[in-house]
């Protein structure tokens, strides 16, 4: 069983598309190639549906998707969100008070870079920073109050084309560089990189699972995963991204993470908003 | 604390199309959790539907009903603005019920 | 490509040819083999580069070694050790091939 | 989700009293959360499902042929009146959608079986007259199985039955 599974990885790792070299930082460059990739590798699925991973990808998942999201499971998670939301802290502020536009409709905003810190800020850390900056501690990153709360803020921002801007600043070309090397960088014992599965093999199978394009792979977070039985943030799916392929995940938010985030939601620019997502 | 509940009823002629979502963890009692303790069986065993008077549905559920359980029916007899009553029972003897106007 | 490939195959090889080489190993051989298992474990922390097999490895050696079968403790913590090398070599390597992949 | 520790202290606190009373709270909170995605304006209702009608023999029976037997008391034959939907690989196993409906009439309930589940009968629903034959749920499946749908019509039992591939089984969490 798992020589077989390690076997299948092995034919995966080996499967990869011609390659080239590059030394300068170009987002906008990186941005036409990495399109031009899916779009002319995937012809037929249209350009704002890659947001819907895995079920753009195959028709026997994307039904049962279908059927599922007619009445969703994360229902409960946004009606908790809209809850945490509107309720205000012990101080009489809400969170409202921390985002732009009282924090409606902004999802497609973020991760940011702030040039005041220098460091990319997604909104789960800005949401953590809202409650500190209030006198609240902080929530897990991985599930639970955050997730809820991210999947309000996403829902009121379906369908907004993301809007991640690289500002003139070398700090952010360098965080978005170094987002891009995590996002390439094979590593775990079985030698993946994000890209392995999510550029050179999306729509194939890592066991049971199809594959992902990584074009608008952030769109949909935060998702409530059957395997897991419940929400998830993008901390947790990419913690969980790590532990498939034998790598120890790092800590949530941890700034290669963001980097990761800031580079993929570059990536996605211009497809919609479409979190929160149910998936596999 | 919000409903368990979330449901939707739309009339169209005659027929009404009830869809619902209960909030419920459905444990088959074949799961451990972290400690790797078996979870004691916990899950819904009657959710019923009820307009006028008059019980329009009934589900008897066991273990195998996925968590956060899902149903769709259709009934007839019913208009816009009525009310439709759903009510649940878990093994534990907790409950929830909830009053829903048809759309 | 093929030579990135082949560190995963190298390291699941590697685990089998260590069982041969410990023989009545005591407390002291455990303990200097762990340390240097744990600092390779490390390195690799510090390339933001560890594999979950090599923790469990770790793990494992610790308990044979508290059960008292140091010959077992020896060959997991030098299993660890190899598996942390490789994830260290795996990270150097990549420090300039991710480049390789990136798509154009 | 805080599903979990929402149950658990609903278990701790059983009595009757208690249970009125969050009712009474969750009431006046419902009205603030209505509106969400086009759902009707709710409020809490007096009604009560009834444990004691729930055939607790059918859904203990380890196999499908007794869960059947206990259920209908009668042996069911194939019908091509019957449409089970069910998915030719389940994306997985902890939530698997699968719909029953009929053409056959005078349907007084449906039925779904999983054989390879411990327990094979997976949920039962009495149909009254006014309500349409057919009903939509998601199921789990431990692994990949038969599926069956069964509908009683006119004092005979009548199925279908179609093989769902379960390559993620609902049962490991």
């Not at chain 4, 499908?64 to 030719?88: F, R």
Request: hydrophobic share 40%; proline share 6%; net charge positive.
């Amino acid at each position: 069983m798992r020589r077989a599974l390690l076997l299948a990885m092995a034919t995966l790792a080996l499967a990869a598309p011609p390659v080239f070299a590059a030394d300068t930082t170009n987002p906008q460059a990186d941005f036409r190639a990495f399109r031009k990739y899916f779009t002319e590798r995937f012809p037929k699925v249209p350009l704002n549906d890659f947001v819907n991973g895995p079920y753009s990808m195959d028709a026997g998942l994307r039904k049962q998707w279908e059927e599922i999201d007619a009445f969703p499971p994360y229902q409960f998670a946004v009606d908790k969100g809209k809850q945490m939301f509107d309720t205000p802290f012990a101080n009489g502020k809400t969170y409202a008070d921390c985002f732009p536009n009282k924090g409606i409709g902004i999802r497609q905003n973020y991760p940011y870079f702030d040039s005041k810190s220098g460091e990319v800020i997604t909104l789960d850390v800005a949401l953590n920073q809202c409650r500190e900056a209030n006198g609240e501690k902080p929530f897990d990153y991985n599930k639970d109050d955050m997730a809820a709360l991210t999947a309000y803020m996403a829902f009121t921002s379906r369908g907004k084309p993301f809007a991640i801007e690289i500002p003139d600043d070398p700090r952010a070309l360098a965080a978005y560089e170094k987002g891009k090397e995590y996002f390439y960088t094979r590593r775990g014992q079985l030698n993946f990189s994000c890209a392995s599965c999510h550029v050179q093999n999306p729509g194939g199978h890592l066991r049971t699972e199809v594959l992902a394009p990584a074009l608008g792979i952030v769109a949909a977070l935060p998702i409530y995963r059957s395997e897991w039985g419940g929400m998830g943030t993008t901390s947790r799916r990419l913690t969980s991204c790590n532990s498939q392929v034998r790598a120890a995940p790092l800590k949530p938010e941890d700034p290669s993470y963001r980097d990761v985030e800031y580079f993929l939601s570059y990536m996605s620019n211009g497809l919609p908003v479409s979190g929160p997502g149910a998936r596999p | 604390m919000a409903s368990t509940i979330r449901m939707r009823a739309v009339a169209s002629g005659d027929t009404t199309e009830v869809q619902a979502l209960v909030q419920h963890p459905m444990d088959s009692g074949f799961v451990k959790d972290a400690k790797g303790d078996l979870i004691p069986p916990h899950y819904i065993e009657v959710l019923e539907f009820q307009h006028a008077g008059k019980t329009v549905f009934t589900a008897f559920w066991g273990p195998a009903v996925a968590k956060d359980p899902y149903v769709k029916f259709s009934f007839k007899g019913a208009q816009k603005g009525d009310d439709l009553t759903i009510s649940w029972v878990d093994n534990k003897g907790q409950s929830d019920s909830l009053v829903g106007k048809i759309m | 490509m093929y030579a990135r490939g082949l560190i995963g195959l190298a390291v699941i090889l590697s685990i089998g040819s260590f069982t041969n080489a410990a023989s009545a190993a005591s407390a002291d051989d455990f303990k200097a083999a762990f340390a240097k298992a744990e600092a390779a474990n490390k390195q690799a922390g510090d390339l933001k580069n560890q594999w979950t097999t090599t923790a469990q490895q770790l793990k494992a050696a610790q308990a044979e070694a508290a059960a008292g079968d140091y010959d077992v403790a020896v060959t997991d913590a030098q299993q660890a050790e190899a598996l942390a090398n490789a994830s260290i070599a795996q990270a150097k390597e990549q420090a300039a091939a991710w480049k390789q992949a990136v798509v154009h | 989700m805080n599903n979990n520790a929402i149950m658990s202290k609903q278990t701790r606190r059983r009595d009757r009293l208690v249970q009125t009373r969050r009712t009474v709270i969750q009431g006046a909170l419902a009205g603030g959360l209505a509106g969400f995605a086009g759902l009707v304006p709710l409020t809490r209702a007096r009604a009560a499902a009834d444990a004691n009608k729930w055939p607790k023999d059918a859904f203990a029976q380890k196999n499908e042929a007794d869960a059947i037997k206990a259920l209908y008391g009668k042996t069911p034959e194939i019908s091509d009146k019957v449409s089970l939907d069910a998915p030719e690989i389940a994306e997985n196993g902890a939530v698997v959608p699968i719909s029953v409906n009929t053409t056959l009439p005078g349907v007084t309930s449906i039925a779904i079986i999983v054989s390879e589940n411990p327990f094979p009968l997976a949920a039962s629903y009495p149909i009254p007259a006014g309500t349409a034959p057919m009903v939509a749920n998601r199921l789990k499946m431990a692994k990949t199985s038969k599926v069956t749908a069964l509908v009683e019509s006119g004092g005979k039992i009548f199925s279908a039955s179609k093989e769902v591939k379960v390559t993620v089984g609902g049962c490991g969490g």
